[in-house]
């Protein structure tokens, strides 16, 4: 692991005190995920072709996959650039604002700058299955029954290797050598390679009640944030943490957190595989962004194509407004509310159409 | 104390050896080792060559005995001739990187030979109450 790419940001964390101030780790995280993020979609590409649990569907190798291009592609056009949210200040040491004198071009340069810092700071998140769990004996020695009340972790410090790979085994006092498990991993690999933020036992935040009154404090970018810091994202707790936000954000409605943030394309990935993607539909058409709903609906396609909209569609060869009525028609639950939300779009384009 | 300057190390036949030194002075009844590669006739808590991996004999909340090595490193100086002394060849012996070290398994024999006498004591001393009642 690079442990050099630390930033100089102050970071401060007070997660003994629930509701208090934001955590901060953004660019921290974000910069140190991105590199995680490579490596493990390197490593983990063979896995995810193998794995389709999602759906019960299409359980083949041709099923659309979150990491394929094209996917990708219409997740992040979705995600949307709101420059002003990504950079909106965070809580860091009190500094005077620095004012600089530019010329147009120059303000346009900085301006691109930072849309590619964007970019970098909106990559998404690594979306894994859930770890199988380890259940290795190395060996039994029955010689050592008893040879102590307490069990024996032995970890390799080795710098140069994977923390995926290390070698990780107990003792235990009845004599068996095995392997530790996943838990067990992270908490030594924590020990003796700390990483910033992560703490050694979860932090109290991610326990059902306590999620629940974050939620109803509308928190849950901060809670993804910590999640993605504290726990592997194959773990059982991270998945746990994001199906219980992208629940909740689904049951309020409160689609607009997330959207200029990294956590957009997981939960649309979420929402799409649990074919509950009729609220998101309704929400970006009342902002008016029948672009990202056409998007939301051929990626729709693209994950069900057996179904019937899919078949549908694809017979008909339609694009645009017409994906959202054949997807109104047949699939979704809120019929009545896409279509009248569609006429008040078209009534609108027809009235600044006729107003030009 | 022979005090070994460096030329001296080959000069007198001194060796390397993989042991446990004792870290965290200021506090006591705390122990804590560090495993460590040394010349021999150097002080047990004294410079040392390189830091090898921990020990911390004290169980946590989790009941676990934190033993780290640095199994690269490790095979290097043994590749070197370092010898380790007891202790580190028993934890070696435990991790599964050595085979186990003889006296590991006479001291767990010794211990099911102390619970059992334990428990054949409490069984004698509870028929006695028995017998007296």
Sequence with gaps: ?356 | NVHILPIYENYHGGYVVIRLALAGHKQANRPFYRIVAAYNKRARDGKYLEQLGSYDPLPNIYNEKLVSFNFDRIKYWIGCGAHPTKPVAKLLGLAGFFPLHPMTITEAERRRAQTELIATEDVLQEGQKEAEV
């Design chain 1, 1 to 356: 692991m690079l442990k050099g790419h630390r930033r100089l940001d102050d970071v401060t964390t007070n997660m003994a005190a629930l509701g208090t101030a934001r955590r901060l780790l953004r660019t921290c995280s974000r910069v140190k995920n991105v590199q995680r993020g490579e490596q493990r979609s390197v490593r983990c590409g063979l896995r995810t072709l193998c794995s389709g649990t999602r759906d019960h569907a299409l359980s083949d190798n041709t099923r659309p996959q979150f990491t394929d291009p094209a996917v990708q592609d219409l997740l992040t056009r979705m995600t949307g650039l709101d420059l002003q949210k990504v950079f909106r200040p965070i809580k860091e040491e009190l500094k005077p604002p620095t004012y600089k004198l530019m010329t147009d071009q120059q303000l346009e340069e900085a301006v691109e700058l930072a849309t590619q810092q964007a970019e970098k700071l909106l990559q998404m998140p690594p979306l894994l299955s859930e770890r199988k769990p380890i259940s290795d004996v190395l060996s039994v020695d029955k010689i050592l029954d008893g040879m102590d009340t307490a069990k024996y972790v032995f970890t390799d410090i080795t710098y140069n290797i994977l923390h995926r790979e290390r070698f990780i085994v107990v003792r235990e006092p009845d004599g068996t050598l095995r392997k530790a498990s996943w838990e067990e991993r992270d908490r030594l690999v924590q020990v003796y390679f700390p990483k910033e933020g992560r703490k050694l036992t979860a932090p109290l935040i991610f326990k059902e009640g306590n999620l629940k009154m974050v939620f109803s404090q509308d928190r849950h970018e901060d809670v993804l944030d910590l999640c993605l810091v504290q726990f592997e994202p194959d773990s059982s707790d991270y998945i746990r943490v994001h199906a219980a936000t992208y629940e909740d954000l689904d049951k309020h409605g409160k689609y607009e957190l997330l959207r200029s943030t990294r956590h957009f394309g997981g939960m649309t990935w979420y929402l799409l595989g649990a074919r509950r993607a009729d609220g998101l539909i309704v929400d970006m058409l009342k902002r008016d962004l029948l672009q990202d709903a056409v998007s939301l609906v051929s990626l729709f396609h693209m994950v069900h194509p057996h179904s019937e909209s899919a078949q549908e569609a694809a017979s008909q060869q339609a694009a645009g407004a017409d994906l959202l009525k054949i997807y109104a028609d047949k699939e979704s639950q809120k019929s009545g509310y896409i279509e009248l939300a569609l006429q008040a779009y078209e009534q609108l384009t027809t009235k600044k159409s006729s107003a030009e």
